[in-house]
């Protein structure tokens, strides 16, 4: 997902936030890994906003995609310069209303931005994991997950939503523990990544491994591999976004000067803009942790998941009533990987809405505004929430 | 389409009173949902629509109705048999390419099923073509030839003989006369082929076949 961090046109927001850890999993009681192997202690970021009702039956969990983080909506301080991911979803009156529900956003495993994650120092050696972090999986974030909800004591989950990776994690969350999930709202996701959306990732973990002071993951004491990163970014960004809007966003137009320099500096805006986006991703963002991810998105595959040889089978474990949403321009996900899994859900005689948005913004449609999908939310949510 | 008290279009209306309470209704082509939400509101049915235009999907779950984006004719064939009580096909028969293909899974997934159209042999379209020599522009079928979404004309009579030619059941059949958006009409028992603008049917499989 890109970040298209912007105040709210009307100024309303959750206020300020507090970023809250929790922590589990402690040695001997070590977290079992897809992969077979324990892993503790394990942290994981969060955010709440909104309260939590007395029946706890008002909890809706947000779920955050690739480079994302627990912080979906508000500031951290009164001169934040930025809100939260998801500011324009996530607030009071706001397709989420945060009035009415208590909103939990938790980071994932793996991550950099507060999680347990390879960035992490390793108990054993106290020193960062790099390497030696276990390959954790979706269903893994999962799992930590649901630690962290039954910490929070729900019980039930009115909603779980998120788009792309964080996409998902819902629908692994709608399998794995189906007594605790009530709706379901994926995103722009898919049961199961595309051989283009794997190519896509290895090409951009290529290029941090090949980027000598990656030094095979080793390289927090000394220089980091931020030109790998970055072009990992770049790539990144080239598939959250679509022909049409790259067209109109950029064209062939060419950055601060008339005509071509007639060397390598990043004539056309399009150039400069992925530099950018690449050099601003390093700042904040772990070239080990953006590896493991990417891998555990690739890995996913519901069906497999779960033992059960197709989605139809995978499903009809689940029973939540989903809200399934796609966009038209997006060709990292594209609306037939959205098609199969609502096939599914109706095979299972589950109760799904689905809807494809008209945009031209690629898969970064889901984090753009959109009267739309603020509606859709917002109107599934209420009658899910009448309905429990 | 729906006034603000709530009371849907007439043709609606006769359907919603053949539906029981609590059943598990699918409407195709249900447009805004108008009908799905008086069902789920009057009724307590559960339901579940598919319309093809991207805002009416929007429009329908915004006021909370299960409604999937897709085209009518393969969405059906994901259902399970006997998924719904009833499957509805309102006003919409009319523009599919294999009516008999959509009846049959329509019975299929469904225990019963509902159809309405235009009636194409009111005496005023009969009238129209008779005088005028042009194709015929109703108030029901308001579109000129080359830019109507209605791709089959069918009358009363017509779907009485496609009902034997494909071998299903009419168990109700009432025929009425109102406007496209009208809340109001009457029903029509005498000559209903060439006085009523809409028929409506309730359909079943044919169990001797």
Redesign the interface.
């Known amino acids: 997902m890109s970040e298209y961090i912007e105040h709210d046109s009307d100024g309303i927001s959750v206020g300020v936030v507090k970023k809250k850890f929790f922590t589990f999993a402690e040695p001997p009681h070590e977290m079992t890994l897809e992969s077979g192997k324990k892993l503790g202690p394990v942290t994981i970021a969060y955010e709440t906003y909104g309260e939590l009702d007395a029946d706890r039956k008002n909890a809706i969990l947000i779920l955050h995609a690739l480079s994302g983080d627990s912080h979906a909506a508000g500031y951290y301080r009164e001169d934040d310069p930025k809100p939260g991911w998801w500011d324009i979803m996530v607030g009071p009156g706001k397709g989420i209303d945060t009035n009415k529900y208590f909103v939990v956003c938790s980071n994932i495993l793996g991550s950099c931005m507060g999680s347990t994650g390879p960035c992490s120092i390793n108990p054993e050696t106290e020193y960062p994991y790099g390497l030696d972090f276990p390959f954790v999986t979706i269903g893994d974030m999962v799992q930590a997950q649901k630690a962290l909800m039954d910490h929070l004591g729900i019980k039930k989950i009115l909603s779980v939503t998120g788009g792309s990776i964080g996409g998902m994690q819902v629908l692994e969350w709608c399998v794995r523990y189906p007594e605790m999930v009530a709706s379901a709202i994926p995103l722009a996701t898919t049961t199961k990544h595309s051989a283009l959306a794997i190519a896509f990732n290895e090409v951009a973990r290529q290029a941090i491994m090949a980027d000598p002071n990656w030094n095979n993951g080793d390289y927090y004491s000394g220089p980091k591999p931020d030109l790998g990163l970055a072009v990992a970014r770049m790539i990144g960004h080239i598939t959250y976004l679509s022909d049409e809007s790259m067209r109109r966003k950029f064209g062939r137009r060419l950055q601060d000067r008339s005509d071509f320099s007639f060397n390598f500096n990043a004539d056309f805006q399009v150039e400069s803009y992925l530099r950018y986006q690449g050099t601003k991703f390093v700042e904040r963002f772990d070239a080990n942790a953006f590896l493991y991810i990417t891998k555990a998105a690739d890995y996913y595959d519901l069906a497999r998941q779960h033992n059960s040889g197709s989605t139809v089978k995978a499903f009809s474990k689940a029973g939540a ?1 989903f ?1 399934v949403v796609s966009f038209t321009s997006d060709w990292l996900y594209p609306t037939y990987q959205s ?1 199969d899994m ?2 599914a859900m ?2 299972n ?1 589950l ?8 945009a031209e913004w690629g898969h970064d449609a889901f984090l753009l505004p959109s009267e ?1 999908l603020t ?2 939310m ?3 949510l ?2 899910v929430y ?1 309905e429990i | 389409m729906k006034s603000e008290n709530g009371i849907i279009r007439f043709d609606l209306q006769i359907i919603a009173s053949w539906i029981e309470p609590g059943s598990k209704v699918l409407d195709l082509g249900c447009g805004g949902g108008d009908l799905l939400y008086f069902l789920k509101t009057h009724k307590q049915v559960e339901c579940t629509g598919i319309e093809r235009a991207e805002a009416k999907v929007a429009q329908c779950i915004e006021k909370g109705l299960s409604v999937l984006q897709g085209d009518i004719n393969e969405e059906v064939l994901d259902y399970p048999d006997h998924t719904f009580d009833y499957v509805i096909v309102s006003q919409t028969l009319q523009q599919v390419y294999e009516p008999d293909k959509l009846i049959q899974s329509l019975l299929r997934i469904g225990k019963r099923g509902i159809v309405s159209f235009p009636n194409f042999s009111h005496w005023g379209i009969r009238l129209q073509l008779l005088r005028t020599g042009y194709a015929p522009i109703t108030r029901q079928l308001p579109y000129e030839w080359y830019d109507t979404p209605n791709i089959r004309v069918i009358t009363i009579k017509d779907f009485r003989k496609f009902s034997r030619d494909v071998g299903f059941k009419i168990l109700k059949e009432v025929a009425i006369n109102t406007n496209s958006h009208d809340r109001h009409g009457n029903i029509v028992t005498f000559l209903p082929n060439l006085r009523a603008t809409y028929g409506i049917f309730l359909i079943g499989k044919d169990q001797s076949s």
Not at chain 1, 351 to 358: A, K, P, R
Request: glycine letters at 8%; hydrophobic letters at 30%; one cysteine or more.
């Open positions: 009533k809200l098609k609502v096939q109706k095979k005689g109760d799904v809405s689905f809807c494809e948005i008209e739309r509606a859709l917002r109107g599934f209420e009658r009448n």
